[in-house]
């Protein structure tokens, strides 16, 4: 039995080594992202940066198909729109993104922030009366717009690899939003064939060529259009995408330690006074 365990103990040691001997990546550093600690949030005007970069970047190979245009638009998305009253000239005027105080939310089907976002896109969908399959102009319902039909035509795009669904990307990969950063700035400049030497993939040789360069998106805030603001913007969207729940849990998650914390004092408070008159 024990010389049984041993074994099992020394072949599982064995295997975690060897795995960890196989992904010879270079681990990604810490990038310093609001979102990191226990309270932290999202910067909603990266997120609403970063979806830009996805849109006219990624998005020609890379879907994300768990993601409708309307969950821009939802309480928690980076195209939220509020209607918030000026205290100088006394009118409502909408606002996007969750203002500091008030404002009222207005629901998605009326943002025409989200209505244009998803107008913007080519939608090819079965026409309801004729059947066939017809270019349309995206609506707020639809999921967004996927680049390939199938995984097939993706390979047969891309060099036989897979740009996979970025929907829960950050999630789905160890290191999450860190390693998305370090990829995308970590391209060495070297290529071999149609792979491009990246130290932080696994196997050092990626098959996505670099996707961003300085000034290919334009930015209308003034940030800097630079790789690195490009990486960091649309890493911060997809872990967004990911978490969209994120900032919401952490504020439950304090609400119920400070219940537990409460509660706790009043149990000892308790328990002293009920054993108070006993010597144990
Ligand atoms: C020209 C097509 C193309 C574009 C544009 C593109 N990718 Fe990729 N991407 C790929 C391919 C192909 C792969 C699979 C690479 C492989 O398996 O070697 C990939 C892989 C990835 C991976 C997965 C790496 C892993 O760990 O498996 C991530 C993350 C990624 N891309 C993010 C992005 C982001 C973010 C953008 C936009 C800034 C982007 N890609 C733009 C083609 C593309």
Redesign the pocket.
């Known amino acids: 039995m024990l010389r049984a365990l041993t074994l099992a103990a020394a072949l599982t040691v064995a295997s975690v080594g060897a795995a960890l001997a196989a992904s010879d990546a270079e681990h990604p550093h810490d990038h310093a992202f609001s979102f990191d600690s226990p309270v932290g949030s999202y910067d909603m005007g990266a997120v609403q940066r970063g979806y830009q ?2 849109q006219q ?6 879907s994300m198909d768990h993601l409708s245009y309307r969950h821009l638009g939802e309480r928690n998305g980076p195209f939220a729109l509020y209607m918030v009253r000026n205290h100088e000239t006394g009118e409502l005027e909408p606002h996007v993104g969750a203002p500091a105080h008030g404002g009222t939310f207005v629901d998605v089907t009326e943002n025409q922030y989200v209505r244009a976002i998803a107008a913007g896109v080519t939608i090819n969908a079965v026409d309801p009366n004729t059947g066939q399959l017809t270019d349309r102009p995206g609506r707020i319902s639809d999921r967004f717009r996927r680049p390939f039909p199938n995984e097939i035509a ?2 047969a ?3 036989g ?4 669904d ?1 929907s829960v ?1 950050t999630s789905a ?1 160890h290191g999450g939003a860190d ?2 950063y370090a ?2 700035t970590g391209y060495t400049g070297e290529s071999r064939g149609a ?1 491009y030497e990246n130290p932080y ?3 050092h ?5 670099p ?2 360069a300085e000034g290919v998106v334009p930015y209308e805030d003034g940030s800097p259009t630079t790789v690195e603001q ?2 960091a913007d ?2 911060h969207f ?1 872990q967004w995408a990911a978490d969209p729940h994120m900032e919401q849990r952490k504020r439950t998650g304090i609400v119920v330690l400070t219940f537990l914390l409460v509660l706790a004092g009043l149990m000892y408070l308790a328990y002293k006074q009920v054993w108070r008159n006993e010597s144990h």
């Open positions: 970069v996805y970047v990624c998005a020609s190979c890379h993706a390979r795009s891309n060099g690899a897979y740009p996979v970025l990307i990969r390693y998305i990829l995308l792979l993939f696994p196997g040789y990626i098959a996505m060529p996707p961003l490009y990486a649309v890493t997809l």
